[in-house]
């Protein structure tokens, strides 16, 4: 048999596999991620699964997509297949673990709990794999702060989390220690820590974004956190940190503190531009009642 009928007929034999993914477009597809194209990079990325459906990190990269656009039933199933695929990534245990906390924020009393543990327990697995990473502290620090201790919550969790972030980076460590304050309504001492922040850091959106929220539900330097919220619309924010849109809507917040119904109205209405799912902004909107109450 000459050697090209050979290698033919041994590959009727051997099952055929999709090729893997491209270097470069992966590259591509990741730029596109990177750069907040996502209706671009959404395309991207179901093109290489299509061509590499055990791609852990295209499905990565899917789920990302899907809790961008608020689609949290596609984001748990494209990051629990990432997490199959590849079971000691602690990135993709992360986002697995915020795709649980989202559903079990609109989850309803049933499933709220286990969808509540399953959140937590991507997150501890994520910190097990990579104890240094600071976003994955901060997200137990929110849980461990907010969370009841029937759902393994508890005050003194969220303190060690804290405790863990200051010691490896101590400017992020004044925003934890920040949150903990504005949760047990000690606003004096959440503004001075995130003063402590922005002193090295004046464009650190996550410390900007708390003096807007300190504002928004202290009633206390309203224009401070009017400006540090709008700065915050000019960065990029960080994976896992509040939106824009969630920006936009403390934005209404304080402008109603401030007497300023249209402008809060404004607001509210740009927050669900950038996400019509958005569920504190139209809450707010509805609040709000019509733009000629009144008038």
Not at 62 to 78: F, Y
Not at 97 to 106: F, H, K, L, T, V
Not at 134 to 149: C, G, V
Request: aromatic share 8%; with cysteine.
């Amino acid at each position: 048999m000459k050697p090209s009928l050979l290698l033919s007929f041994l590959s009727l034999l051997v099952p055929a596999v999709a090729p893997a993914a491209e270097p470069a477009d992966f590259a591509a597809a990741r730029a596109l991620f990177e750069a907040n194209r996502p209706l671009e990079a959404r395309r991207a990325f179901e093109a290489l699964a299509a061509a590499e459906p055990s791609s852990a990190d295209v499905h990565y990269y899917l789920g990302r997509l899907a809790l961008g656009r608020d689609e949290v039933d596609t984001a748990v199933r494209e990051l629990e297949r990432a997490e199959a695929l590849d079971p000691v990534s602690a990135r993709i245990h992360q986002s697995l673990g915020d795709a649980y906390g989202y559903s079990a924020m609109r989850a309803g009393i049933m499933s709220k709990f286990s969808l509540a543990t399953k959140c937590l327990a991507e997150f501890q697995r994520a910190s097990e794999l990579d104890p240094g990473n600071l976003d994955t502290h901060a997200r137990l620090l929110e849980y461990y702060s907010r969370a009841p201790w029937i759902a393994g919550g508890g005050d003194d969790k969220a303190r060690a989390e804290a405790a863990k972030i200051e010691a490896l980076d101590p400017r992020r460590g004044h925003e934890a220690y920040a949150a903990l304050y504005l949760a047990d309504g000690e606003y004096d001492l959440a503004l001075a820590e995130l003063d402590g922040a922005l002193k090295t850091a004046p464009d650190d959106y996550v410390a900007l974004y708390q003096v807007g929220q300190l504002a928004a539900v202290s009633g206390q330097h309203l224009d401070r956190g009017l400006a540090s919220l709008r700065h915050c619309l000019k960065i990029k924010a960080p994976q896992g940190a509040p939106s824009h849109s969630a920006a936009q809507w403390r934005l209404g917040n304080i402008l109603e503190k401030k007497g300023d119904p249209a402008g809060a109205r404004v607001a509210y209405e740009a927050a669900l531009k950038l996400n019509p799912k958005y569920k504190p902004a139209s809450d707010a909107l509805t609040k709000l009642g019509p733009a000629n109450a009144g008038g």
